[in-house]
């Protein structure tokens, strides 16, 4: 089956404790980003990558990092998480960075403490 | 830079009734537009979208929605809603650039809750 896989699907931790979400997809997409979704405020892009070693800055990218070192996969790395940071975060891919209809995740709730 | 604006936040409904989510845009180039539907704990999944050709767009689950380019506008439209109909739904406008990222600006959604 053709997905977008997220772990952990919950996480609970405290200020400064780094983290990695992961992010897999098995469609062999070459593009991926990072959303976080907050009330009120929609998605924001937090990072995309166009291709294995090529990422880049999305709306919001302050506090996170990233790294794409095999295609399928995308982790979203908080090295210091802060209260700021509690939020809900999906992972998205698509064919290419022209193709638009994007697969998401079924996302990741992070509380930090 | 392109915006997206969702006129509002919360749609509540009668099954059976007629709804339309409304949604508009801002951008200086054309675009192309997307709905997508966020049913409760769950990642979302595309409805419909317009890239070209036909204004009026037919989507999953008896949805359509219609681009109107004088009015910069992209509204959601279902005759007959379903209990099951209620979710999250979400605008979103990506630019005709020449840019590397086509990166999809979404609004920040219209929660519709369909009552018995």
């Known amino acids: 089956e053709a997905q977008v896989t997220q772990n952990p699907r919950y996480l609970i931790t405290v200020t400064g404790k780094k983290l990695t979400v992961t992010c897999s997809q098995n469609?062999?997409?070459?593009?991926m980003s990072w959303y976080r979704q907050d009330p009120g405020l929609g998605l924001r892009q937090i990072y995309y990558s166009m291709n294995v070693e090529v990422t880049d800055k999305g709306d919001v990218p302050e506090g996170y990092k990233v790294s794409r070192k095999e295609k399928r996969n995308f982790p979203l790395i908080l090295e210091s998480p802060s209260p700021n940071q509690t939020s809900l975060y999906f992972c998205?891919?698509?064919?290419?960075?022209?193709?638009?209809?994007?697969?998401f995740g079924p996302g990741t709730r992070l509380t930090v403490l | 830079a392109q915006s997206v604006t969702q006129l509002d936040s919360q749609v509540p409904v009668f099954e059976e009734a007629p709804v339309e989510l409304r949604c508009n845009y801002s951008s200086s180039v054309s675009v192309y537009l997307f709905w997508y539907v966020q049913y409760p704990n769950q990642g979302l999944q595309l409805l419909l979208k317009?890239?070209?050709?036909?204004?009026l767009v037919k989507g999953i689950n008896g949805f359509e929605a219609e681009f109107n380019k004088s009015q910069t506008s992209f509204h959601l439209r279902k005759p007959s809603v379903h209990i099951s109909d209620t979710a999250e739904y979400f605008c979103a406008v990506s630019e005709h650039r020449g840019g590397s990222n086509y990166k999809l600006t979404f609004g920040k959604g219209t929660l519709l809750t369909v009552n018995p």
């Open positions: 998205a891919s698509r064919w290419d960075r022209v193709t638009l209809e994007q697969f």
């Open positions: 317009y890239l070209s050709g036909s204004t």
């Open positions: 469609m062999n997409h070459e593009y």
